[in-house]
């Protein structure tokens, strides 16, 4: 019997293991999308005791907890309703971590068992099994740690090897923070995500538009006026480092349009009018075009996420508010939709560069098959449901059936939590086993310099390079 989370912790064969511990173990992390605060990274405060490191900003273990029926003033009702943590008690936190705990015990072949307690190895080197009976002393050690300053925020991505990450930010953001950060040791990017441009329709949408035209101080007669007010917003962004955009596309997004049809549904929207789902459909394709046209002119990357169906329990969404694990899979079909707009941006922009990544896992080989239609278009990592080890092993797969693997640009995060960077760790040695095994079963020859430098690349150089 193998033992738990041992240093050849799902690494199978010899050449598996060479190639992790001689040319991934050590690389660098550049972590491309995640929804890290910059404000948190720059403050530098202590997380607090274990439940707030673990618990405050993670939705995959509220997910876990809630399905194990926890009840929710453990979850989430430590919450305020715009997401901010209340001020909170060491009883209830510590019954906040003894409830997570308890759930952990359920999870056999969760990846939430391998992620905490990878977390704490890495962080605390802890390396025994949590559980009910050694969770008091876990807690003390952990949270003796936890008010040192090196396990601040800034202190954990160091001692992780992040050198660069990309936040997620809106384009009125006034990137406070990234400016502070901008001579730090670390380099913290900003991201442009246009969500509320694209959600013509939506409640919010006419206000947002009429505070985009403010802060570019001048005034939109059409939708060209608003593009090119976001052109210079793009031009901050990248002023202060950003070298990435990112679009969550969740339903339809694309009907054939003309200009003079898309500057009505504008108009229309702006002032609060209803709009059918053609409308929105045809809105949508049209901007994200011409979104992705400007990307390619400033130098920046575009991350297409399409597939999450968000806010399924209405009665948690108005109690505790967004982004607590309510989210799932959704299934449309939007392979043709896909391809006008990638057909439109790279043939007006052939240097265009484009990340896609999907939620529901049928959609793998649709995506995959897409992206290897453009140039500098790449099938992005396992995402959100299904950064597990079957779904890297089968996005890995995939992605060498379709496009060279060597040309990955690896693995993110896509999280909140300042503890989730052992998910990169997760992902390499993953890599690493599905590479050595192909070798161990005769399906590649055993090369391990050009092997070891195919890892490092996907590892760091590729992203590196891939972002410019």
């Not at 003309?258 to 049209?286: M, P």
């Amino acid at each position: 019997m193998k033992a738990f989370l041992d240093e050849n912790f799902l690494l199978q064969s010899e050449p598996a293991q060479i190639l992790y511990h001689k040319y991934a173990e050590n690389q660098p992390i550049f972590d491309f999308h995640n929804h890290l605060s910059p404000q948190e990274i720059f403050q530098n405060k202590p997380l607090g005791n274990l439940a707030n490191a673990w618990l405050d900003h993670d939705h995959y273990k509220w997910r876990a907890m809630r399905a194990a029926g926890v009840d929710e003033k453990l979850i989430t009702g430590h919450l305020n309703p715009d997401g901010s943590v209340k001020e909170t008690t060491a009883e209830n936190d510590y019954k906040r971590y003894l409830a997570f705990v308890e759930t952990l015990q359920l999870c056999v072949g969760n990846p939430l068992y391998h992620w905490s307690h990878l977390e704490l190895k890495r962080y605390f080197g802890i390396d025994k099994p949590v559980t009910p009976d050694n969770a008091r002393k876990i807690w003390d050690e952990c949270n003796e740690l936890l008010s040192e300053v090196k396990f601040a925020p800034q202190g954990l991505l160091k001692k992780m090897n992040v050198k660069e990450l990309c936040t997620t930010d809106d384009p009125l953001d006034s990137l406070e923070w990234h400016k502070k950060l901008a001579k730090g040791e670390i380099k913290v990017r900003p991201s442009f995500r246009p969500d509320m441009v694209l959600a013509a329709g939506s409640t919010g949408f006419a206000d947002y538009i009429s505070k985009l035209q403010e802060t570019d101080g001048t005034r939109f007669r059409s939708i060209d006026d608003m593009l090119e007010a976001l052109g210079r917003r793009m031009d901050f962004f990248k002023q202060n480092g950003c070298v990435v955009s990112d679009h969550s596309l969740e339903n339809d997004f694309y009907l054939p349009t003309n200009w003079n049809d898309v500057n009505y549904i504008f108009e229309k929207a702006w002032i609060g009018k209803k709009l059918s789902r053609e409308e929105i459909a045809k809105y949508k394709g049209w901007v994200l075009i011409q979104l992705g046209k400007l990307y390619a002119q400033k130098g920046f990357v575009m991350q297409i996420h399409i597939g999450a169906l968000r806010d399924n329990n209405t009665a948690m969404l108005e109690a505790t508010g967004k982004n607590i694990g309510e989210d799932s899979l959704n299934d449309f079909n939007f392979a043709p939709q896909l391809s006008a707009v990638l057909n439109a941006v790279y043939s007006a922009s052939p240097d265009a560069r484009t990340i896609l990544y999907n939620l529901n896992p049928k959609d793998n080989e649709a995506l995959a098959t897409m992206a290897a239609n453009f140039r500098n278009c790449q099938f992005g990592p396992a995402w959100w449901f299904n950064d597990h080890k079957d779904g890297i092993e089968e996005q890995l797969r995939v992605y060498s059936r379709t496009a060279p693997l060597g040309c990955f640009v690896g693995m993110l995060t896509d999280s909140r939590s300042f503890l989730s960077y052992p998910r990169h760790e997760y992902f390499r040695r993953i890599l690493c086993n599905y590479v050595g095994n192909l070798v161990e079963q005769g399906e590649f020859p055993w090369d391990e310099e050009q092997l070891g430098a195919l890892i490092k690349k996907i590892c760091w150089d590729n992203a590196v390079e891939f972002f410019k």
